[in-house]
Nanobody
Framework: QVQLMESGGGLVQAGGSLRLSCVASGIIFRSSNMGWYRQAPGKQRELVAVITAGYNTNYAASVKGRFTISRDNVKNKVYLQMSSLKPENTAVYYC??????WGQGTQVTVSS
């Protein structure tokens, strides 16, 4: 049974920081590419960041330099450190093992 569970979302002011966490079970985590996606109201789900099993990373252009994805293969966790948050970053953030495993999401709201 594949399960991805996000935590760490919440309400922050613009310019603030937040760290999202995701714990995975039911997958071979160490050999899995992992990612964070987000979906804002009325918009399509989009890729935010990915980290491969080999620790290579890729970011959406809009978050590069502000967000950092990392992983801990001992804890089966993937993280998204978000800094310099902007109101347009408000969305539900999802942890994923693309293309077929998704968490339920955690809400991130950035206020002005």
């Amino acid at each position: 049974q594949v399960q991805l569970m996000e935590s760490g979302g919440g309400l922050v002011q613009a310019g603030g920081s937040l760290r999202l966490s995701c714990v995975a079970s039911g997958i071979i985590f160490r050999s899995s590419n992992m990612g964070w996606y987000r979906q804002a109201p009325g918009k399509q789900r989009e890729l935010v960041a990915v980290i491969t099993a080999g620790y290579n990373t890729n970011y959406a252009a809009s978050v590069k330099g502000r967000f950092t994805i990392s992983r801990d293969n001992v804890k089966n966790k993937v993280y998204l450190q978000m800094s310099s948050l902007k109101p347009e970053n408000t969305a539900v953030y999802y942890c994923a093992r693309p293309p077929d495993a998704w968490g339920q999401g955690t809400q991130v709201t950035v206020s002005s």
